[in-house]
């Protein structure tokens, strides 16, 4: 019995060489997350660290890539040791020879090997790319080879190898996407519009938050997603004024909205999506008020995206353009710049204007550099996420606006000259909303 891989294993062979060349004679350590428990013997569903699956392909935990590009051997994976009785109660597990073959990796040995050969594997390199903090225990074995490493050496007046971080330095490769990324991204994004579709068929007044999110769940992996990208937020009435609302489990009332901010992985690649619709199927005036004001913040920033513009001048212009709404509305009083520069628009608008997306929903990657605002480049992709969110116990804004909360969310790729919507499928205008519903 084996398993294969999801994707073709030279997509991370490639990626390894694209790595190698920015990082000649320096080592870098990547290490799978352990795993988590739940409750007693039971453990939370594993999942890859992006950057470890990013350059390896390989998933199983108690594993980790060794990588000294331009050395022999280049590629080293540490993996669990074959055992038939763990394999009886756990499911298939690789081993160092068929990982090695399989995923194209140089050499690989048992995991409990790790402190012994990379204190050999790293004489001679000059520094070490690891990301501190994230395992202790990791840490404290990487801290002990390179006391060894460093020992080794002789009186030659030389502290510990230099450690520096490879979280960063991976993030900047997965911030520009390559057509098999752009491919995998469209696919989640597809697999997660596809589902607010049905989703937006589905609603009936009366239904648990809870029912819904396990509808989101069957859409998602029957079209194919993995899992969820990252835990829904399915928010209805004045529950969708926190903006994290974890606890889906109250009643989705007529004459509510509905907050749903659900995203599928796909091939370790998330969609994020957010729609705000009426449990009943019908905007109140109120709502469809705050709604299409919303929406037009949303598409105004949409037409403006093109490479060169800055996230931050994105955020700006959210900012500006979320104030102008709140004035004409009533929830907010005085001059724009002073209300802006008091960060009181924060009090209805209290996030930014979106994020980096890909392997991981908050994707890696800078948004400043050396304290620079990043311009936007093709094939960067990222959220668009304007929302306004009026607490039900907010006396200071009028009483028609209290316990609504809305927020609208898509996912672009920049391109040479604009941008392409890749979750244009789902509707956002209040009308085809509306349409979709009464089916
Ligand atoms: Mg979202
Ligand atoms: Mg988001």
């Known amino acids: 019995m084996s398993r294969l891989p999801h994707e073709s294993v030279d997509l991370f062979v490639q990626r ?61 994976l540490f993996v669990r040791r074959k055992d038939s009785e763990r394999e009886t109660w756990d499911g298939f597990r690789y081993g160092p020879e068929a990982a090695s073959q399989i995923f194209k990796i140089d050499q690989c040995y048992p995991i409990d090997e790790f402190e012994e050969r990379t204190t050999e594997f790293l004489k001679g390199i000059d520094k070490l790319y690891y990301r501190q903090a994230l395992h202790r225990e990791m840490d404290e074995t990487i801290q002990k080879i390179l006391v060894k490493v460093s020992k080794s050496q002789g009186r030659t007046g030389l502290g510990l190898l230099p450690v520096y971080d490879a979280e960063d330095l991976i993030g900047e490769l997965r911030l520009i996407k390559t057509e098999p990324e752009i491919i995998n991204l469209r696919k989640a994004c597809q697999i997660s519009a596809e589902t607010h579709m049905e989703v937006m068929r589905y609603i009936r007044p009366g239904m648990n938050e809870r029912e819904i999110h396990g509808f989101i769940l069957y859409q998602m992996m029957k079209k194919g997603a993995a899992r969820e990208g990252y835990g829904s937020i399915v928010a209805s009435g004045n529950n969708a004024t926190t903006l994290h609302y974890v606890f889906n489990d109250q009643i989705c009332k007529a004459g509510d909205l509905l907050l749903i901010d659900a995203g599928a992985e796909y091939n370790y690649y998330t969609g994020d999506i957010t729609r705000s619709i009426p449990v009943s199927g019908h905007f109140t005036n109120e709502q469809a008020h705050l709604y299409e004001a919303v929406l037009k913040v949303q598409k105004t920033l949409i037409a403006s995206l093109r490479p060169g513009l800055t996230f931050k001048e994105l955020h700006e212009m959210g900012a500006q353009l979320l104030t102008d709404v709140m004035l004409e509305l009533g929830l907010l009083e005085g001059r724009k710049n002073d209300i802006i520069e008091a960060q009181q628009h924060r009090r209805y608008y209290p996030h930014g204007i979106g994020h980096w997306l890909g392997m991981d929903v908050h994707d890696a990657g800078y948004y400043f550099i050396k304290g620079q605002p990043r311009s936007l480049e093709e094939n960067m992709c990222f959220t668009i996420e304007p929302g306004l969110y009026i607490p039900a116990h907010d006396t200071k804004a009028p009483e028609r606006y209290r316990g609504i909360g809305i927020r609208i969310e898509d996912n672009l790729r920049i391109t040479r000259d604009g941008s392409e919507n890749m979750t244009l499928l789902v509707p956002k205008e209040i009308a085809e909303i509306e349409k979709l519903m009464a089916h």
């Open 16 to 76: 390894r060489k694209n790595l190698g060349r920015k990082i000649q004679g320096s080592a870098l350590i990547l290490a799978a997350p352990p795993e988590s428990i739940r409750n007693h013997d039971v453990h939370h569903p594993y999942r890859q660290s992006s950057s470890l699956y990013y350059l390896t392909g390989f998933e199983e935990p108690d594993s980790v890539l060794l990588f000294r590009p331009g050395m022999t051997p280049e590629s080293v």
